[in-house]
């Protein structure tokens, strides 16, 4: 219970094996941590980065799990939590020359998202 009387209420949504290096989406999260969920579509939306459709996505599912299964209003979201880990590496050959291989690393990551609202 907080303060005021009202208990935090919290929906997840996850997206796991995204091909893309956690760095990188890092970049993406760490600019929508702790805002609203209206502020940080604007934000996501307007950002010129790959990264950021994967966590457009992982945000409009946190609303719908919101929404859908506590019953709250997305005007009334913000995120509370979101988290990047790596995923496994997938490692591929690329040919060259002389019969020779070089290798190639396609990173993946999980992202997890957590939205709060009050009740």
């Known amino acids: 219970m907080t303060q005021t009387g009202k208990s935090n209420i919290e929906a997840k949504a996850f997206a796991r094996y995204i091909t893309m290096s956690p760095y990188k989406v890092r970049r993406i999260v760490d600019q929508i941590r702790g805002r609203s969920y209206e502020e940080a579509l604007m934000i996501l939306q307007f950002m010129p980065y790959r990264a950021c459709n994967p966590v457009l996505k992982v945000l409009y599912s946190a609303a719908a799990n919101a929404k859908h299964n506590l019953g709250l209003n997305k005007s009334e979201l913000s995120i509370s939590e979101v ?33 709060k609202g009050l009740k």
């Open 83 to 115: 988290k990047v880990d790596q995923g496994p590496v997938m490692k591929r050959f690329q040919p060259r020359a002389q019969g020779r291989g070089y290798p190639i690393r396609k990173p993946t990551c999980h992202i997890s998202l957590t939205v």
